[in-house]
């Protein structure tokens, strides 16, 4: 973005999350950059376009926190396979710790905002599962999951344990949560159903 932009993109990320989408116009955001409406007009089309690009991009930084740092090679054990989902739903864990009130916004107000504001809430959850299903089918193929775990489904399951185990922070008073005993107690919880210990049904 360029700078102009990116401040018209801050200034409205922060009203949105303090007063809500529908209590703020165009005028708000452009006060708060002490600019006039033909420069919001010149890099936005409307406030409508600054929510779909919110959205975006929140969910663009949460996939990328996730996103392994490793080479799927790298693995040569299902010990540093867990480590690695461990490690991955610990970032996870601590960007929502670190950007609550955004993720509280994306998450829950914005599907309110509207019916596409709701699709695009749910497209973001069925991408952030294919890309666990993607990193799931990587530890089957090595022979560290169950073959009877549907994992599109599983997929879906881990994100979702994610953003249930997270919600207090995303409704709760502001006050700072660790995210290790969350991150911790989310790998334990799902490992628990996915790998070899358990026999297959």
């Known amino acids: 973005m360029a700078d102009r932009a990116t401040q018209l993109y801050a200034a409205a990320t922060d009203l949105f999350v303090e007063r809500g989408y529908r209590a703020v116009d165009v005028a708000d955001i452009t006060a708060r950059c002490g600019v006039g409406h033909g420069t919001f007009y010149n890099y936005f089309r ?23 740092e490793h080479e799927p090679d790298a693995w040569t054990s ?46 973001a959850y069925d991408e952030l599962g294919a890309q666990v ?36 922070m995303l409704v709760g008073d502001g006050t700072d949560v660790d995210p290790e005993p969350v991150a911790q107690a989310c790998a334990a919880f799902l490992l628990g159903g996915l790998r070899r210990v358990l026999p297959d049904s």
């Not at 010990?79 to 829950?108: G, P, W």
């Not at 090595?142 to 997270?166: K, N, P, Y």
């Open 46 to 68: 409307n406030k409508r376009d600054l929510l779909e690009s919110i959205q975006a991009r929140t969910v663009q930084e949460l996939s990328a926190a996730v996103a392994g």
């Open 78 to 123: 299902r010990t540093e396979y867990v480590a690695e989902f461990t490690e991955r739903v610990r970032r996870a864990v601590t960007y929502i710790a670190k950007n609550r009130a955004l993720v509280s916004f994306v998450a829950i107000a914005a599907p309110g905002v509207d019916e596409q504001a709701y699709e695009s809430v749910v497209a």
């Open 133 to 168: 299903t993607a990193f799931l089918e990587l530890g089957r193929g090595l022979g560290w999951i169950r073959d009877s775990v549907d994992l599109r489904v599983a997929g879906q399951a881990v994100v979702s344990c994610v953003l249930m185990a997270t919600f207090p």
